[in-house]
């Protein structure tokens, strides 16, 4: 009986031993190329901010004035927080959780890699909801429902968001069709999805480009982007522009981060942040080609706000292209399929932060892990996208739970995990290690890295910092 018993221990005490080494042995997924790495990256950072958010904001800014100051600020900021948020999440080979606490040695520090995977988390609720609608446009330009007056187009939008079964139910389409690319693993879904649909999306932003470009009084739009108007200029213009370029890299979210710890030792960090941020803002300056000559076109003001894309564009597509009905069909329909794809690989890499977390922190499969992130998130969508009309129990404090997520996302916890992860690269961490890091262990020349430092230490804390202010109204 007694030896019985001793054979059962020795043999739950070897499962437990094998199932250690399996964790242990587990070789981590990473990218298979050097253009898987930059085009799932950059597909984190290409996104609605991009396409939707981009060009009202130039709109509303002054043009060509906003480009500018959006191009300085993703380069002398944005691509140094996207390096550091590399080596952070290269060094750390997990998620971002647990990258920061490698990396920080378990101290206070630690916390910021929680704030940014929580981050990323609630985002993906509320950002699968603004994809959802991108898909009901996809469907609704399909069947020809965007047809009629400007009255029309622009009832069919308030009605639809706040109804309560069809948002849903093209928030669950998007969240599954990212549950089937995610569960996939790496390579065979991030990486490949990303290789697949970024052609796809730079043809179709080419295709919309040169249609809308050839229409009649275009260069009017073309004028607006490229001229700059130095009156315009002031400090709503440059803290607006810094905002978005934050925002568009998909920084202090975790994603960076996350994509990051599937880089190879020999990844070049600076120049895959370069190309990632060259691609990020050409994709959103051809955005603006494609909608401001159109808008110009017909005599509409880009200034609209948040609705340019699901009120404004469609009626711009249909009146400017009205000699030929089919090319405003066709437009129509292929700028809401290049919006949700844009859609669609930004929020691969939301999910798979909090993917990774679950995956490695409760030492669960990857599908499982990323069906209880799915169906988190779907619960997180359901809620936001009713709070939008449909039930009018979710309003607190004058705003709806939609909006509260985009305002403590965006606004409250995006600053602080940047700001933190700038001070804890620049002031904790040792200098060595971050050098080697950036020069591959000196396998490259690593140039810049002084001026990086310098840029990480002082100039982007005190630029967020003052969006920060900004935003909070503490500041004007
Ligand atoms: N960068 C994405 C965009 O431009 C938005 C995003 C933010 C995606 C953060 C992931 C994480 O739309």
Known sequence: MQFRCKIKKLFILLQSKFKKVDMTKLERASFGSKLGVIL???????????????????????????????????????????????????HGQANTARAFRIMSGDTI?????????????????????????????????????????????????????????????????????????????????????SKLLMPILFILLLIIVIASCMLPNADKGIEFLFKPDISKLNSDVFLAALGQSFYSLSIAMGCICTYASYFSKQTNLTNSAVQIAVIDCLVAILAGLMIFPAAFSVGVNPDSGPSLIFITLPNVFQQAFSAIPVLGYAVSLLFFVLLSLAALTSLMSLHEVSTAFFQEEMLITRKKAALIVTISTSVIGVFCSLSLGAVDCFEFFGKTLFDWFDFVTGQIFLPIVGFLTCIFIGWFLPHKLVRDEFTNWGTLRGRFFHFYLFLIKYVCPLAILFIFLHQLGLLR
């Open 40 to 90: 799932a990256t950059a597909g984190s950072a290409v996104g609605l901010g991009n396409i939707w958010r981009f060009p009202y904001m130039t709109g509303q800014n002054g043009g060509a004035i906003f480009i500018i100051i959006y191009v300085f600020c993703v380069m002398l900021l944005g691509i140094p927080c996207m390096i550091s948020e590399f080596i952070i999440g290269r």
């Open 109 to 193: 520090w630690s916390l910021i890699g929680y704030m940014g995977v929580l981050t990323g988390f609630l985002i993906s609720g509320y950002y699968a909801v603004v994809s959802g609608w991108c898909l009901e446009y996809v469907w609704a330009s399909a069947s020809g429902k965007l047809l009629g007056d400007p009255a029309y187009i622009k009832d069919y939008f308030s009605t639809f968001s706040q109804e309560p079964v069809k948002p849903v139910f093209w928030t669950f389409i998007i969240l599954l069709a990212t549950y089937l690319i995610i569960e996939n693993g790496v390579r065979k879904g991030i990486e490949r999805a």
